[in-house]
């Protein structure tokens, strides 16, 4: 496990964007899939989007697709979330994720990513 730091998040109105960053400090990102997830007051940690190692292959919920473009920096060894058209039903903690096993696609599945991040705050006012 390695300790992932997000920021970004902040309290925009609707139909706004936002620029969610996610870097690690020690550790590599360069070598698995990351993720995004959300996690609305009172709801469940859901799946947002997720990108390959390499960046060639991305992933999305449907309810954010169109909206939400993944995209990662290996250089940088971070990875961003690039929201757009923000409705209020986006208002959410935003958490980055790294799988769990190195350069595997692998599934949407939360419990296979065994890095986290402390997550940022996105609020959406309509």
């Known amino acids: 496990q390695v300790p992932l730091v997000e920021s970004g998040g902040g309290l925009v109105q609707a139909g706004d964007s936002l620029r969610l960053s996610c870097t690690a400090s020690?550790?590599?990102?360069?070598?698995?899939?990351m993720g995004w997830f959300r996690q609305a007051p009172g709801k469940e940690r859901d799946f947002v989007a997720r990108?390959?190692?390499?960046?060639?292959?991305?992933d999305y919920a449907d309810s954010v697709k169109g909206r939400f473009t993944i995209s990662r920096d290996n250089a940088k060894n971070s990875v961003y979330l690039q929201v757009a058209s923000l409705k209020s039903e986006d208002t959410a903690v935003y958490y980055c994720a790294r799988y769990g096993r190195l350069y595997e696609w692998g599934e949407r599945v939360s419990a296979l990513f065994t890095s986290w991040g402390q997550g940022t705050q996105v609020t959406v006012s309509s």
């Open positions: 990108i390959s190692p390499s960046g060639s292959r991305t």
């Open positions: 020690e550790g590599t990102l360069s070598m698995h899939t």
